[in-house]
């Protein structure tokens, strides 16, 4: 059967998460800037009847406001089809996510900004390790009163054993979040109101820290080392790459290398996904899916460094008693072969 796109432009993905860290509202903000639909439900409002959630549409869901089984929905992004599954944050639900995770190709683990690392996130994290499922994180409600995303990503790198590559640090948090850094391609992203689908400002790295002040030193702290934390990306993701890496040893420091004109976007995104795709890297991003801020910066990062079915390898193949036998390639000449995870009747 004809594909309608070829297979690079697919992406599987899932999201996973301790409870209550915004799994759906992540989910629900996908398929709106997407086009897949053009209302968002939020899911404290299905508690009062208003409706239900794309992927939370069981009545024990609504009424709860939490996953109860996981949910696969499709979209389109920048001309790549992303197929997405809801999964639960609940540790009686855990078995939806193992299930799910079997089957996937990368996943999206979302983080409390304010609870950090949670004991179902490194279950879940287990889960990712033993498929081989290659991650982004995304530290979210960077809008909440006590967000603090540096003890986070300590927390990713300490207790999750995570290669985290910083791609983007927020600009503030609580009231005061204004906005993300994005440290891949040098430009930081500031809004222009704190209302839900605000536009926001594209400016140069160098020049965030005239626009920005924060009551917070630990906020203005994040500012003043913007040109430090990129330097580190870049060279942490370089690392992916052996000709790139000689290249920037052989230039001194990252400054001469991108001054000497070997350097581009587009090599740094190509070290990061390779880095990702085989799990040697984890890249890291923030936002506020409930202020629909930093989602759409999100998908882009789907597209970028997820792989795309069969990139991570292929289909293995067991005999009648569950012993791996071989391995499919996944190849559109090669015999159609299907695993049903997951039956609803």
Known sequence: MARQK??????????????????????????????????????HDTKDGKGSTTTDYL???????????????????????????????HVDFTIEVNRSLRVLDGAVVVFDGVAGVEPQTETNWRLADQYNVPRVCYVNKMDRIGANFAHCVKGIKERLGANALLCQVPLGSHDEFVGMADLVAGVGYIWKGHDKDSPWDTVPLAEIAGKVKFESTADNEWVANLAKLREETIEKALEMDDEAFDKLLNAGDVDTYIASGDFSLELLKKCIRKGCVQGKLVPVFCGSSYRNKGVQQLLDAVVDYMPYPGENGGIAMVDEDGHIIGEQGVIDEAPARALAFKVIL
């Open 59 to 89: 009545e024990q869901e609504r009424k709860r406001g939490i996953t109860i089984q996981s949910a696969a929905v499709s979209t389109e992004w920048k001309g790549h089809q992303i197929n997405v599954i809801d999964t639960p944050g």
């Open 6 to 43: 070829p297979l690079s432009l697919y992406r599987n993905i899932g999201i996973i998460a301790h409870i209550d860290a915004g799994k759906t509202t992540t989910t629900e903000r996908v398929l709106y800037y997407t086009g897949k639909k053009h209302q968002i439900v939020d899911v």
